[in-house]
């Protein structure tokens, strides 16, 4: 499955809007458009599973690994025996896990759950327009924010601008429609 980094997303953005010189909105301001849409959006996720951490029977609370958020289920491993451990027995807050009592058993936690995707990171190609049309729904806000500011010149009308909000507003929720057609998400 081809996939795309931030560079690749912010050359077919500017396409998309017309901007291929910067000359609405700087290459800064369309980083920042693409950073909101991506780092953001809980459509922009993936399964994720960590084995990193190892428990043990005398502790209550884990940093949470920064390779999965969202944590659905946990299973410890003492040697070939699989654990599991129940959603009522743990908790996932302010960035730990913490046990309602110490895990009964030592070994490696294996934690199920999402991660986000960041710009840091290669999006697949199923997210591409999503991502273009989320991206476009901002500058489009942000230049008519400017327009109700003052801060635009002339070169652009505020029906102009309302017509390309609600056209790439349209479009978006047409891919998130295709992509909860495609991404099934099992709790």
């Not at 912010?10 to 780092?39: A, C, F, H, V, Y």
């Not at 043990?56 to 940093?63: G, L, P, R």
């Not at 058993?105 to 697949?124: C, E």
């Amino acid at each position: 499955m081809p996939t795309y980094t931030i560079a690749n997303i912010k050359s077919k953005l500017q396409t998309i809007l017309r901007d291929t010189s910067d000359n609405k909105w700087t290459s800064g301001e369309k980083d920042e458009i693409l950073q909101e849409s991506i780092n953001d959006d809980p459509i922009l996720s993936y399964e994720g599973t960590d084995t990193s951490l190892t428990a043990s029977t005398s502790t209550y609370s884990y940093a949470l690994p920064s390779t999965i958020d969202n944590i659905r289920k946990i299973i410890i491993t003492s040697g070939s025996i699989d654990y599991p451990v129940g959603k009522s027995e743990w908790v996932e807050e302010g960035g730990n896990i913490y046990f309602e009592n110490r895990p009964q058993n030592g070994g490696t936690m294996k934690l199920f759950g999402r991660k986000q995707y960041t710009i840091a990171d290669s999006v697949p190609d199923k997210y591409l327009n999503y991502i273009l049309y989320s991206a476009a729904v901002k500058a489009y806000e942000m230049l008519l924010n400017k327009y109700s500011a003052g801060l635009l010149m002339s070169e652009v009308t505020q029906p102009e601008l309302v017509s390309s909000l609600a056209y790439y507003s349209r479009r978006r929720n047409e891919e998130e429609s295709k992509l909860d057609n495609k991404v099934m998400v099992s709790y």
